[in-house]
């Protein structure tokens, strides 16, 4: 009989034949075996899902506070195993909460960040590092990152100046895993003035920096969305968040306070809070 993490085991060998990233394999496999832990309280296995299961647990996890864009993705995991199986009526017609495009921010959780930058630094292209690192850890636009030149970076001082189409100059302090790989890659790039280069010595496009990150199963409005989100999770405030991120309107900062704070923190709060008198 096969157990259960055998059979993610090819789940994850035929993902790969199908050309997944590592970091959506992986992701993959995490939810699965969530799901996989979930199913066994109900003494079934991974083989025996049916619809039934996949709504209970999508049903589960809406009750747990979930996000519907979380919701989405591990329903879009249980999806492709469902294909794997070659049962993809398993998952046909499952519902779920649809999430409010305006308020629901995507962006990475740790575990997910921590999966990317593994990848990409296994790749070991000093240019592609330098750049993940630089959006994930300034939140800087494409546009701006495209923008850059060599003279805007000063890794003495640990600082990136970005500078706007509308003459708005801002500074961000860069990390020390950011400003290291900028400078792995800068000593090792062609002497030109823009910063990041194509194989032909050409300033990069957003385009070409968009199908680069793409194979890594991430977009750069998530990893700017993934930069605030992780500031304002953190405890960073709202007006120092919007600066860094260039901001015009704080209230677009004030997505970020509202997008992750679900029913049971809420709750929480005011348990901690409003502590009855003895």
Not at 26 to 32: A, G, K, Q, S
Not at 214 to 230: A, E, S
Not at 242 to 262: C, F, M, P, Q, W
Request: glycine fraction near 4%; include cysteine.
């Amino acid at each position: 009989m096969e157990h259960s993490h055998d059979i993610i085991d090819r789940f994850s060998v035929w993902l790969r034949k199908e050309g997944k990233s590592a970091n959506t394999v992986t992701t993959y496999e995490r939810e699965l075996k969530k799901y996989q832990d979930w199913l066994q309280t109900k003494g079934l296995t991974l083989k025996e899902i049916s619809h039934n299961e996949v709504q209970s647990y999508i049903n589960f996890l809406e009750k747990q506070g979930r996000s519907p864009i979380t919701n989405d993705k591990i329903l879009g995991a249980i999806r492709t195993f469902a294909k794997f199986l070659k049962r993809p009526d398993i998952t046909a017609g499952i519902e779920m909460k649809t999430a409010d495009k305006k308020s629901e921010i995507e962006s990475l959780n740790n575990e997910e960040c921590a999966a990317l930058l593994k990848e990409v630094k296994e790749e070991a292209n000093c240019r592609n590092t330098a750049i993940v690192y630089t959006l994930l850890h300034t939140g800087i636009r494409v546009s701006e990152l495209c923008a850059l030149d060599r003279a805007d970076v000063d890794l003495k001082a640990r600082t990136l100046e970005i500078n706007t189409s509308t003459g708005v100059q801002r500074n961000i302090p860069l990390s020390e895993e950011a400003n290291d790989y900028l400078k792995r890659y800068i000593e090792t790039s062609p002497d030109k003035t823009a910063l990041f280069v194509s194989r032909t010595n050409e300033r990069l496009t957003e385009r070409s920096i968009q199908y680069m990150l793409k194979k890594y199963g991430v977009n750069p409005h998530k990893l700017r969305h993934t930069f605030c989100q992780q500031l304002v999770d953190k405890g960073v405030s709202i007006e120092i968040v919007s600066k860094l991120a260039g901001h015009k309107d704080i209230n677009v900062t004030k997505r970020y306070t509202k997008s992750k704070v679900e029913h049971p923190a809420l709750e929480d709060a005011i348990h901690k809070t409003f502590i009855k008198d003895s």
